[in-house]
């Protein structure tokens, strides 16, 4: 049998309403506590809140130098020196912090993580000069240069680099063992940071908690009138509520799903909190999947990519699907070898992989089969269209650098299909039959399917 807490707490407050005059005093005492209580956990939210914000600074500044360095687009270099110079927002979260008093240690680690994030800057403007003089923006006058990148000296060595070795440069700084130690850093000093903040408040709300049960233990004579219905009710509590929630408790250390609960309240939260965990296991899932790579270019295999597909279904966000073709590749294999055709493959797989973002999702499904679904697209289909022209383009440009030096001459028959809410499985027949027309005309390019 299931209960409602709600209708049992109406007729225990309906006897203790009329043993108002004797509780006024304590009563009184409760609603403020609580207030107390109210306002000591708003203003630790928002210092917790500081200290993610601080975080997020950080990697966004992490993020725009990566793609200046990968893309070489203006905008990102634009978008880093607003958030230092005009947003600001890792030194105003240390600022709200410290207007909070009474918390020096988080802080003093605070300000070791904003400490580290300024010495990844110069990690930071190190790339981006490279990326400013192989790009030629330090040559134009239409881009203003700032100074913070202007004044950053480079080495006889690396002017001499041409430009793929200047952009090669930037990126292999940004992504580097020593920049990613430092990110971990901050990292932690953040989460150091935070569980400070939350032992303080752990340390007040406990003192709260105490000058609360104070209060309900001089009640106590005031309610001996009532003492059966309050036995009543904590034993309804106890059986009900305390004995579900020991369970839950265990359920939860064990990683388990909840059992069913005796009340409607409780139940309602264990539905919620199974509903949670099943979504955490199936996101689980997905990510161990993804670990799943083809084992000669080391691109997502057909499986793990058909789990990214159906993820993607589930999302209704506007995708991409590119289908892409190595061209006469048996004739490769017969002319040179299998090895120099494996070889072949794992080239194309890494210019595809390097000229995507990461957030999309590179696979090979076949033999001389590859695939890219790009996700999060730009709801304008027509901006979508021109970005992956402009990536196909950068793709055919690299492969037929590497074809002059690497690999035999090889070329790519590509066919895209976009889909506005979410993958469906038309979008393969669509890219395979702009592939098929690709092919017919003669190989060697892309086409959009109608």
């Not at 990968?70 to 600001?88: A, D, M, P, Q």
């Not at 700084?173 to 920049?179: A, G, H, N, R």
Request: proline share 1%; net charge neutral; aromatic share 10%.
């Amino acid at each position: 049998m299931k209960i409602h807490l709600r209708t049992v707490s109406f007729i225990f407050l309906t006897v203790m309403l009329a043993m108002s005059a004797v509780l006024i005093t304590s009563a009184i005492k409760v609603p403020l506590q609580f207030q107390h209580f109210e306002k000591n956990s708003f203003q630790f939210q928002k210092v917790a809140q500081s200290a993610v914000t601080l975080q997020e600074a950080s990697d966004f500044l992490t993020d725009e130098s990566r793609l200046f360095a990968i893309t070489g687009e203006w905008s990102h270099l634009e978008h880093y020196f607003f958030e230092v110079n005009e947003n600001k927002r890792r030194e105003k979260a240390l600022e709200e912090i410290k207007n909070a008093g009474t918390l020096e240690r988080s802080t003093a680690f605070l300000e070791m993580a904003l400490k580290e994030s300024k010495a990844l800057e110069e990690f930071e403007y190190k790339a981006m000069k490279l990326v400013v003089v192989a790009k030629g923006y330090d040559k134009n006058s239409s881009y203003n240069v700032p100074a913070a990148i202007e004044n950053v000296e480079l080495s006889a060595e690396e002017k001499a680099m041409d430009f793929k070795t200047k952009m090669a440069t930037a990126w292999l700084i940004l992504f580097s063992d020593k920049y990613f130690s430092m990110k971990k850093t901050i990292s932690s000093y953040r989460a150091n940071a935070v569980e400070e903040i939350f032992k303080h408040n752990s340390a007040v709300n406990e003192y709260n908690a105490k000058n609360l049960r104070a209060s309900f233990y001089n009640t106590i004579a005031g309610i001996i009138l009532i003492v059966v219905v309050s036995l009543a009710f904590f034993l309804i509590i106890i059986v009900f509520v305390v004995n579900s929630l020991y369970t839950f408790i265990k359920s939860i250390k064990n990683g388990q799903k909840l059992k069913a609960a005796r009340t409607k309240e409780l139940e309602l939260l264990r539905e919620t909190y199974n509903d949670m965990f099943d979504m955490a296991m199936e996101k689980e899932n997905l990510l161990r999947q993804r670990a799943e790579h083809d084992e000669l270019t080391g691109l997502i295999n057909r499986r793990a990519f058909k789990v990214i597909l159906k993820s993607l279904k589930e999302s209704k966000e506007s995708v991409a699907y590119i289908m892409l073709d190595i061209d006469k590749f048996k004739e490769i294999n017969d002319e040179h070898g299998h090895s120099v055709g494996d070889q072949t493959l794992k080239a194309v797989a890494q210019i595809i992989s390097s000229t995507f973002r990461s957030t999309d999702y590179a696979a090979r499904i076949g033999g001389d089969e590859f695939a890219v679904v790009l996700s999060k697209c730009d709801e304008d289909e027509e901006k979508t269209k021109l970005l992956i022209a402009s990536k196909m383009t950068t793709l055919f440009r690299k492969l037929d650098e590497k074809s002059q030096k690497e690999i035999p001459l090889t070329t790519l028959s590509c066919g895209i299909a976009i889909s506005k809410s979410g993958w469906n499985e038309e979008l393969i027949e669509k890219a395979d039959a702009a592939l098929y027309e690709i092919k017919r005309s003669g190989r060697n390019g892309f086409k959009f399917a109608r």
